[in-house]
């Protein structure tokens, strides 16, 4: 049996907000991963100019990322075993949420087709 999508059901501003954190982890200059534990501290985030803001090699527009300031959206994250909040300062990713698959709501990362 194939493994089953969303498994601990997270509703879609959950899904675009971990989409985010995942990328944010992927860069050294918005986070800083503990060997030890794989856990990965996101203390910067974006700051929207007009409509959309830069991940990385993305871009993602401001209204799919009102997650990432909403105390709520990590509180759940952190109550399912994918983030540790430390709200409004940082967020740690565990493993768990590093490694969980958002399906295709990682659709809101435009990439370039060059």
Do not use: C
């Not at 194939?2 to 059901?9: A, E, Q, R, S, Y």
């Not at 989409?19 to 944010?24: E, H, V």
């Not at 990322?65 to 075993?81: D, F």
């Amino acid at each position: 049996m194939p493994p089953k999508n969303n498994p601990l059901k997270l509703n879609k501003l959950q899904l675009k907000t971990l989409t985010l954190l995942q990328q944010l982890a992927r860069y050294p200059e918005s986070s800083t991963t503990d060997a030890a534990t794989g856990e990965v501290t996101i203390s910067t985030f974006p700051n929207p100019h007009g409509n959309h803001f830069h991940l990385g090699d993305a871009v993602v527009m401001s209204k799919d990322a009102s997650g990432l300031k909403n105390e709520a959206v990590w509180t759940a994250l952190a109550r399912k075993g994918l983030a540790i909040s430390s709200f409004p300062m940082a967020l740690k990713l565990t493993p768990a949420g590093v490694a969980y698959d958002v399906g295709k709501i990682a659709e809101i990362l435009h990439r370039s087709d060059h």
